[in-house]
Structures are given as structure tokens and as C-alpha cells.
């Protein structure tokens, strides 16, 4: 009993503290991404990289047919690091180089500059607490709507 009893504070400080795995800690992030005549784009996906940090730190997420994401950095949907994160957005068909089937291979509808962090113009900052996120980006010539 005596042993239990010197281990029982031990383990109040643990739960108190959390079990840490040595990451830093992250908050929910959602979000949508929609072109500017508020149709979303359905595929793809999305990658944060926060700035504030000494060594990248990257949250990413696979964009569903509504345009919905939910970011992950350690584990899927864990969320992101605070901080100013850059983003890009990434929406292309990676099937062979296209010339095997020509004509058949559905050109991006989203502009190729959202899939490089110096051209995206992409910058959200995530905040200690739930973050739902509007992300607007733009049709690719091809792929423009009238």
C-alpha cells in the first residue's frame, strides 16, 4: 500500500500534464474551399506549412466532393500547430503523362498557381482554440465558368 501510495501523486501530475509525445500541440482546423462563384472544389488536397516554426511544420488533408477539409499534422485529423501557416492547394490528375490517352485525362479546374507556397498568396494564421477556415481560389483558364 505504501508504494501506492508515493505512486498515486506521480500519476495525478501525469493525467495533469497529459501524455506527451514530445509534439507540439494542435487545434482543430476545418474548412472550405470554394472558387469565387461559391462552387467548391471536390478533389484534391490541402497543405499547411507553419512559418512560425524553426523547422517546417507540415498539416495536410484530402479534399472531399463538398470542398471540406480537416487538417492533420502528427495524426489524420489532429488539427495544426498555431502560428501563421502559408498554403497550397493541390487538384490534378497524376494518371501517366496523359499522351496514352489523349483527350481522356480532365485538365485541372483550379489555377496551377495554388499548388506552389511562393505563387498561392495563401496565408492563414491558426489560433489556439477551433478554426474554420474559407479558403477562395480560382479557376484555372481552362477550367473557368461562365
Do not use: W
Not at 514530445?22 to 472558387?35: A, D, H, L, M, Q
Not at 489555377?111 to 498568396?121: E, I, L
Amino acid at each position: 500500500m505504501f508504494a501506492t501510495q508515493k505512486l498515486a501523486p506521480t500519476l495525478l501530475l501525469l493525467a495533469a500534464m497529459g501524455c506527451s509525445n514530445g509534439n507540439p500541440k494542435t487545434y482543430e482546423v476545418t474548412g472550405v474551399i470554394r472558387f469565387p462563384d461559391g462552387i467548391p472544389l471536390t478533389e484534391g488536397t490541402i497543405e499547411f506549412e507553419a512559418i512560425d516554426h524553426e523547422n517546417p511544420i507540415m498539416a495536410t488533408s484530402e479534399i472531399d466532393e463538398n470542398g471540406v477539409f480537416e487538417l492533420g499534422t502528427f495524426d489524420v485529423d489532429d488539427g495544426a500547430v498555431v502560428g501563421k501557416h502559408r498554403v497550397v492547394v493541390v487538384s490534378s490528375h497524376e494518371i501517366g503523362t496523359g499522351a496514352e490517352r489523349p483527350g481522356l485525362i480532365e485538365q485541372s479546374k483550379l489555377h496551377p498557381r495554388f499548388a506552389d507556397f511562393k505563387t498561392s498568396g495563401l496565408v492563414f494564421e491558426v489560433k489556439p482554440e477551433k478554426n474554420e477556415l474559407k479558403i477562395p481560389v480560382e479557376y484555372a483558364q481552362t477550367g473557368r465558368r461562365s
